[in-house]
Structure formats: structure tokens, C-alpha cells
């Protein structure tokens, strides 16, 4: 049972345009969510996280949108550049779970010159 | 600076042995997990250990699977008698263990089992 689903597995954007990367999950006990970002042969690194109590969060190029009532968030990277092709991970967690994290699928996403 | 290491990077194993791969996490970071991706997957939950805690094992795929932690630090996953579908990169991470702080990720291991 996936509990967080990314439903697009790449995404391909020009460069200089908006890229939007989605996530669904399905547990309504989940109240934190992160984005992770993963470069080939490297482990992820955290790109942004958004609090249940709060709908968007921005930190630069990087906006994440949540809408609770859909079970829906949104990665939102305007311009989008080269250097942000990789693979992009959504993950939830869940206070009364112990902060045990769990991880979508991901999302390649190419930035074209 | 000093981030999360794992060794080693590469393990090619014959199905049937035992291999273990071995987490070192950032100093001070109190919480430590292990996941897996197999090809073309996400990334799997397998463990997970916060400070004196008995760890969260709900991931484990089998009993095949174990990992321990020593001294609230270096941590080892061992998987005895692997298979060919146990092939796929582990990955450790490590946070300060606050609930709601971010996970350093290591490169990662990739297991082959043939």
C-alpha cells in the first residue's frame, strides 16, 4: 500500500519555465512533509519541507503547495535551470508515527537548455 | 565537513551469503535509518533507530534482515543468505533527531547478489 504516491515518473520542462512536481498521499495522519532531491550515484538531499498547519512555503526558486482536503502537494521551481535535472522525492511523515519517514516513488525531472 | 559515510560503496555477493554494510552517521545525530531502492523504485523504510529507543523495525522485508546500532552510533545492516531480489543501493541517514528535522543521506551501498 503506497502511502505517498508520485504518479508522473519524469517530467520535462525548458529551461527558464515552471516546473511542478505532484505528490498524493493517502494517510491523513501524516502532518510534515519534505522534498528530497537526488543526483545520480549520491544520496538524497533535503530541498523543503511545509508544515499541516501552513499551505505554501517558499525558499527561493522553491515553493511547495499543500492542500490538505485533496491529500495533494505540489513542488513548484521557478526558473527552472540545468542544474535541477535530477530525481525528485516527496515524503510525509506523521508526529504519532514516530517521525518514521516514508518516501515516494520520485519524479526525474530534465531541464532543457 | 564530515557527512554521513557508508561502506562499502559497491558489494557483489553469490545468493546465499551474508553481507553487511556499515553506516557512519554525523556526530551528535541522534536518530539513524536505513532504506533501500531497488531499480527504478522509491526509496523503502527499513529501520529505524532514535537515541536509546528500541528501534522501529516495521520495514524489514524478512527475518533475513538485521541491523544494529552500537554506542548511539555506527550503525550495521547485515542480510544473511541474500537473494537476487535483496539486490539494490542501501541507503543510511542520519538527523539531529528532533522529529521534524531533515535526514543527511549517505552515497549509498549497491548490492548486487548474483
Known amino acids: 500500500d503506497q502511502q505517498v504516491k508520485q504518479n508522473s515518473p519524469s517530467l520535462s520542462v525548458q529551461e527558464g519555465r515552471i516546473s511542478i512536481l505532484n505528490c498524493d498521499y493517502t494517510?491523513?495522519?501524516?502532518?510534515?512533509f519534505l522534498w528530497y532531491k537526488k543526483y545520480p550515484a549520491e544520496g538524497p538531499t533535503f530541498l523543503i519541507s511545509i508544515s499541516s498547519i501552513k499551505d505554501k512555503n517558499e525558499d527561493g526558486r522553491f515553493t511547495v503547495f499543500l492542500n490538505k482536503s485533496a491529500k495533494h502537494l505540489s513542488l513548484h521551481i521557478v526558473p527552472s535551470q540545468p542544474g535541477d535535472s535530477a530525481v525528485y522525492f516527496c515524503?510525509?511523515?506523521?508526529?504519532?508515527?514516530?517521525?518514521?519517514?516514508?518516501f515516494g516513488a520520485g519524479t526525474r525531472l530534465f531541464v532543457k537548455a | 565537513g564530515a557527512g554521513v559515510s557508508q561502506s562499502p560503496s559497491n558489494k557483489v555477493t553469490e545468493k546465499g551469503k551474508d553481507v553487511e554494510l556499515r553506516c557512519d552517521p554525523i556526530s551528535g545525530h541522534t536518530a539513524l535509518y536505513w532504506y533501500r531502492q531497488s531499480l527504478g523504485q522509491g526509496l523503502e523504510f527499513l529501520i529505524y533507530?532514535?537515541?536509546?529507543?528500541?528501534?522501529?523495525k516495521s520495514g524489514l522485508p524478512s527475518d533475513r534482515f538485521s541491523a544494529e546500532r552500537t554506542g548511539g552510533s555506527v550503525s550495521t545492516l547485515t542480510i544473511q543468505r541474500t537473494q537476487q531480489e535483496d539486490s539494490a543501493v542501501y541507503l543510511c541517514a542520519s538527523s539531529l533527531g528532533q522529529g521534524r528535522d531533515e535526514q543527511f543521506f549517505g552515497p549509498g551501498t549497491r548490492l548486487t547478489v548474483l
Open positions: 533507530f532514535q537515541g536509546n529507543s528500541a528501534p522501529d
Open positions: 515524503a510525509a511523515s506523521a508526529s504519532t508515527g514516530g517521525f518514521k519517514t516514508i
Open positions: 494517510n491523513s495522519m501524516f502532518d510534515y
